[in-house]
């Protein structure tokens, strides 16, 4: 089975103030990793992947997240927040050998105050 | 070029009765899931499509059923509604297997029993 946790419910940080966004992950094979941002009343808009290759992954909107194999961890951060990156963000993994489906975390709201 | 398209956007049924949802995925993309996303919570897989079959099923009741259809589109069916199915209901679209071209997302249907 796989799995994947966002402990955090809500993040706060100020504008232009770097962010990190928390996600780990269980997976019995390969993790493909995934995170997605929620606007409201919206669907799912893809930031960024991790498949293969460099642990550190650059993504739209200038948000970039690292994988750490070790820690099986996949945050995802911003060097300097805007406000119009408010919204809910949802980290996946997929297992690399078993199917396609994307198992999603609970998702952390964003709150970037002026 | 057409990202995924899903219809209607919102509804609202009364207990006890039958629904369909439709999307049709993004142009080049053969494969659909469906997704249910609860009020707070992240998505949860409900199947996937592609070639016209089920290849991949989620945790939830034979009440929920889906069709693909030669051109791709695809129909989520959920019968005798519950107050608990009340949710944004999203499909993504993808190329079977072809895990670099990732998942594209609808804006969803929102549904609401009652």
């Known amino acids: 089975a796989q799995s994947v946790a966002q402990p955090e419910d809500q993040v706060n940080v100020a504008e232009g103030n770097p962010l990190t966004v928390k996600c780990t992950y269980s997976v019995s094979g390969n993790p493909y990793l995934f995170w997605y941002v929620q606007y409201p009343n919206r669907g799912l808009q893809f930031l960024l992947k991790y498949i293969t290759g460099d642990n550190l992954v650059k993504g739209s909107y200038g948000f970039e997240a690292e994988f750490n194999k070790s820690q099986t961890s996949f945050h995802l951060k911003k060097p300097s927040a805007l406000v119009s990156d408010s919204a809910l963000y949802f980290c996946a993994v997929r297992d690399g050998g078993a199917g396609n489906m994307l198992t999603f975390g609970g998702g952390t709201r964003l709150m970037v105050k002026p | 070029d057409a990202g995924v398209t899903q219809s209607p956007t919102h509804l609202i049924k009364t207990r006890g009765q039958q629904v369909t949802l439709r999307c049709s995925p993004k142009?080049?993309?053969?494969?659909v899931s469906w997704y249910q996303q609860a009020l707070g919570q992240g998505p949860q897989f409900i199947f996937q499509?592609?070639?016209?079959?089920?290849?991949q099923r989620g945790n939830f009741p034979d009440r929920f059923s889906g069709h693909q259809f030669p051109n791709y589109s695809s129909e989520l069916n959920v019968n005798a509604l519950l107050l608990g199915d009340s949710a944004l209901y999203l499909c993504a679209s993808s190329i079977y297997r072809q895990d670099n071209y990732g998942y594209t997302f609808g804006s969803g249907t929102r549904l609401t029993v009652v």
């Open positions: 499509y592609y070639e016209e079959e089920e290849r």
């Open positions: 142009s080049g993309h053969d494969t």
